[in-house]
């Protein structure tokens, strides 16, 4: 039994070097919203989730002044039970959005610290389904200036000598003719034998733009079109679902089990990309996943391999783990201890208790944010 003895919140600020453009915004640093529950016997568990380009205070107030309090003095052990009542104490301010990635972040935190007292790694404490290597696919392609679709094919076609049999790439920020470049020196580079994957970052506003693209993009044969609409525009999905033959997918800022039960019931998408750093947690994604599993479908977790890598080696329905490479663009890498392995288009599972790394507190001196009036990087509910 492992006793709640305080809760810490730490956001760490990574620049970019190269700022990078998605097909609706630009990205110039990104925040992470890092968490730490200690018990009375000396474990610590962590949680994180992406806070953005700049509010992640937003976040750490949540843990600060929402959550933490609630938390002291719990059995750690009661995984459901406090989702239960952290939800219903965010309820008017959370159930989705800020308030729940970090309801997903101290929840991951805590099967994080399960799984240490129980000297388990993760995957093997939530029950797996395999005990050595998960497949990955090599995520990248996005738009930076000077980045041809030659040079984008080159990318691309790296990832494929490494092993990887999957890529993605970034789609909708140019117009159809442009797209229709890009896609076509990929295609041509990679081969017929590699699933390519496309994400359009909610770029469409109505059906018939999407469909200009899509019937561009059609005969390249990709496996998946990723976020085509904003995620409030589920019948948008729907639409677009029944009139192109490539499959939709979508989910990576959906929260709750309530609204992926309306995605797959409205016919938005047959391919979930719950994120357990956004949807409510490893609790929650486990629930949504076993939905979609009910509904025939699989689930293809969003980013943050280092924590889908566990669940996706613990989820009987999800078939890949997004991997990014490098920290050109995603950088959660430089505030962790350790990286994960990829070999030959999967990723090795770590032999560690937990997830398998620590928050790396050198880096941290460097990126923790200090706001004024607090303490330190670190602020502590005991
Ligand atoms: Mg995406």
Not at 28 to 38: D, G, M, P, S
Request: glycine fraction near 8%.
């Amino acid at each position: 039994m492992a006793t709640i003895e305080s809760v810490s919140v730490c956001i760490a600020r990574v620049p970019l070097a190269n700022p990078v453009t998605f097909s609706t915004r630009q990205v110039k640093a990104r925040e992470y919203c890092l968490v730490k529950v200690r018990s009375t016997d000396g474990q610590e568990g962590l949680g994180y989730c992406y806070a953005v380009n700049s509010a992640g205070r937003l976040l750490s107030v949540a843990v600060t002044d929402l959550f933490g309090a609630r938390l002291v003095g719990q059995e750690s052990l009661r995984v459901e039970g406090l989702w239960s009542e952290l939800y219903q104490e965010a309820l008017l301010l959370g159930r989705a959005g800020g308030v729940m990635r970090v309801l997903s972040a101290i929840d991951i935190a805590l099967w994080d610290l399960n799984a240490r007292t129980a000297n388990l790694p993760l995957y093997q404490y939530l029950g797996a389904k395999t005990l050595g290597r998960v497949p990955a696919y090599a995520s990248g392609g996005y738009y930076q200036p000077g980045k041809t679709p030659d040079k984008l094919a080159q990318e691309m076609e790296q990832h494929v000598r490494e092993g990887f049999r999957a890529v993605k790439m970034k789609v909708g920020l140019e117009s159809a003719a442009g797209e229709r470049k890009r896609i076509a020196a990929v295609r041509e580079a990679i081969g017929d034998d590699v699933r390519l994957m496309l994400d359009a970052n909610n770029a469409w506003r109505d059906l018939p733009t999407a469909l200009e693209y899509m019937r561009v993009l059609e005969p390249y044969n990709p496996f998946w079109i990723e976020e085509p609409f904003s995620p409030d525009d589920i019948a948008n999905h729907a639409r677009l679902a029944r009139a192109t033959r490539v499959t939709v997918a979508t989910g990576e800022i959906e929260a709750g089990r309530w609204r992926f039960k309306d995605l797959i019931e409205q016919g938005a998408t047959t391919l979930l990309q719950t994120d357990a750093t956004v949807c409510g947690g490893i609790t929650e994604f486990r629930r949504i996943a076993a939905m979609a599993d009910s509904h025939g479908l699989t689930v293809a977790p969003h980013a943050w391999h280092d924590v889908h890598v566990h669940l996706v080696a613990a989820t009987p329905n999800a078939t890949y783990v997004e991997w990014m490479p490098d920290d050109h663009i995603v950088n959660f890498r430089r505030v962790i201890d350790r990286q994960l392995v990829a070999d030959n288009g999967d990723l090795l599972l770590p032999k560690l208790p937990g997830l398998g790394f620590r928050f790396d507190d050198a880096a941290l001196e460097e990126f923790g944010v200090v706001y004024p009036g607090a303490e330190g990087r670190w602020q502590t509910v005991r």
